[in-house]
């Protein structure tokens, strides 16, 4: 027999309790698992946004907390073009709309003469050329069910399908593009967009560039990577703390409960432990073994934990508004910070216990009852 | 012949409650290598304590312990002696209950640096020699009480013990199960084991070959 089975042993003892103990930790690392993927699908999605096609890189306004809510002068797109090492600049206006029984569509106002930089290829159909019509993304036109020549209907206002597109980022393909003209009157932003997406010329030093735009226009900000989201959207990094405040909280709920069961598990045994330290384990063994049976209980919860996470995360993406806004992603990161986590709950939950039963008395735990 | 003293007790003193109680007053006991013998004498005079002391289980509080050539109060660490010097054989088995006979006899075996194959192979020899070789993969559950005070025997001689301290060893059992067990204890005993029996059970203390009556946390007669 090995140590390992001994410990795997002591856990079957009391089935009903170890379940309702995984069961409890399985939770905390359910929801670090779906809060992983949701926030790993959010974060991909704004890199759609903030990295179109060809772009470098984007700008948008400064001092601002939530990207949507850029307001950039449409004419700074032209001025922006003008500058040595800029080979093109196209200026798009964002806007969110509740579209066909989908709550939260993401809608692009574009030039079609920025289409190649903005990575914009029309698969079927052709471009809109006309105020009331559109083109669909690949992805939203195979889930709506909505192809050449159907209508869409965007703030009580019809218009008709001509091409669906496709670019290659998930987000932006489960939206819709329509001119820029056009949605601009409808958002009541004439002469503004949200972004303005630069592509360099080949060798043009993108730091110097994007420093040079940052001082000439104090109002507006460059974004060249993801890292660079939160100078205008906080969401991601609000997402981020809850994560981890969640986490946290993971780590205190089951790190308690198993507390408790390995503490009562080792109240039950005070007895056993004894004849354990009886017939010459040493205390650094109890430890072990005492700590191994909370690591293992965690480890089963990490299992669990997975599937759980898993299935709430695909339950959570029925919801039409969050499979408009997102995919969820699985990355390795959130699966080793869940790992962490229970490894952490395990080790931190069984400590006291551990101790406790390293300090029982061979003779008076003999004589327990 | 002259056989070696295994066990030499001078002046033992063992207090508790911060010397407010005295549960061996001044003991004096020796015992020869192979002996066979009984630790007589009611509930609480101090026949556990002394065993228990006598096994590494607590420190003395004055006085001189030899155990098979080991000062058990200047050893620090009794871990060590426990595994290697002494077996211990209790009134109630204390056996693992969710693990099976061969698996329980394994215990003390981890403390050496045997392969699980060594110690399968070794628990499996110890369950044929107390007479179990058909339940080995029985949990103590499946077993009538007399075998489970078996399997706690061969616990008790998994790592090899010279020295077996038993205490009560029949006080569970019907007097058919505890003459099994008596007469296990003098095969050991005629094997070569050293055997200290602390009982309050007169028929069963005259199984040793010398009888010691305690009272009071003293050594009274022979």
Redesign the interface.
């Known amino acids: ?3 390992l089975w ?1 410990i795997f ?2 856990i ?2 009391r089935k009903t309790r170890s379940a309702f103990t995984v069961l409890g930790i399985s939770i905390g690392i359910a929801t670090i698992i779906a809060l992983g993927a949701i926030m790993n699908g959010m974060t991909i999605s704004m890199e759609g946004m903030l990295k179109s096609g060809k772009a470098d890189f984007s700008i948008a306004q400064s001092g601002i907390s939530d990207f949507a809510f850029s307001r950039v002068n449409e004419n700074r797109t032209n001025e922006i073009q003008q500058l040595e090492g800029v080979k093109d600049a196209a200026g798009v206006l964002l806007g969110f709309y509740p579209i066909a029984n989908n709550p939260y569509v993401i809608t692009w106002g574009v030039e079609t003469q920025d289409f190649p930089l903005l990575g914009v290829n029309i698969i079927s159909g052709i471009s809109f050329s006309q105020e009331h019509e559109l083109l669909i993304g690949e992805v939203a036109s195979k889930e709506w069910n909505k192809t050449v020549g159907n209508t869409l209907t965007i703030r009580d206002q019809e218009f008709t399908i001509t091409g669906v597109f496709q670019t290659g980022s998930m987000y932006q393909d489960k939206g819709v593009a329509l001119s820029l003209n056009k949605l601009q009157q409808i958002q009541n932003q004439e002469g503004y967009v949200t972004v303005i997406y630069v592509e360099l010329e080949e060798g043009a030093n993108a730091e110097e560039i994007c420093q040079q735009i940052e001082q000439n226009y104090p109002d507006l900000v460059t974004i060249k990577n993801i890292s660079e989201l939160s100078k205008v959207d906080k969401g991601l990094e609000t997402l981020d703390a809850a994560t981890l405040a969640i986490s946290l909280l993971a780590i205190i709920i089951g790190g308690i409960g198993v507390t408790n069961t390995i503490m009562m598990s080792v109240y039950e045994r005070t ?2 432990i ?10 650094k ?1 109890i430890l072990t073994m005492v700590l191994g049976e909370s690591i293992l209980l965690c480890l089963f919860s990490i299992l669990v934990g997975l599937l759980l996470g898993v299935i709430g995360t695909q339950l959570l993406t029925l919801q039409p508004i969050i499979r408009g806004l997102l995919t969820p992603m699985y990355a390795l990161d959130t699966f080793l910070r869940a790992f962490i986590v229970a490894f952490s709950v395990g080790l931190v939950g069984g400590l006291y216990p551990a101790y406790r039963a390293t300090k029982l ?3 008076e735990a ?1 004589r327990y009852e | 012949m002259n056989k070696n003293k295994i066990i030499n007790v001078k002046n033992l003193v063992k207090t508790f409650e911060h010397g407010q109680v005295k549960a061996l007053n001044s003991v004096n006991l020796e015992v020869s290598e192979e002996e066979f013998i009984a630790i007589m004498g009611p509930s609480g005079c101090g026949k556990s304590t002394l065993l ?1 002391i006598l ?1 590494g ?2 420190r003395p509080t004055s006085g001189e312990v030899m155990v098979d050539s080991v000062d058990l109060c200047q050893m620090k660490n009794l ?2 002696f ?3 010097k002494v ?2 054989v ?1 009134q ?1 088995h ?1 056996l ?4 099976t006979a ?2 329980n006899v ?3 075996m ?2 050496l640096k045997l392969s ?1 194959k060594e ?2 192979e070794r628990a499996e020899k110890l369950l044929r020699l107390v007479g179990l070789e058909d339940r080995i993969d029985f949990v103590p559950t499946k077993l009538s009480g007399g075998q489970r005070q078996k399997v706690a025997i061969a ?2 001689l ?2 090899d013990p010279k020295i077996l301290l038993v205490d009560e060893p029949t006080g569970n059992l019907d007097s058919a199960s505890g003459h099994e067990i008596i007469q296990l204890f003098q095969r050991l005993n005629k094997d070569g084991r050293t055997i200290v029996l602390v009982t309050h059970d007169k028929e069963i203390a005259e199984h040793a070959s010398i009888i010691y009556y305690m009272k009071d946390g003293q050594i009274l007669e022979k």
């Open positions: 027999m090995r140590f001994l042993k002591n079957l003892r007895r056993e004894g004849v354990l330290r009886a017939v010459g384990w040493t205390k063994r008395s061979p003779s003999l | 228990h096994g289980l607590e871990d060590t426990r595994a290697k077996g211990f209790f109630l204390n693992i209950p969710v693990l061969q698996e394994q215990m003390p981890f403390e699980s110690r399968n616990r008790a998994a790592n």
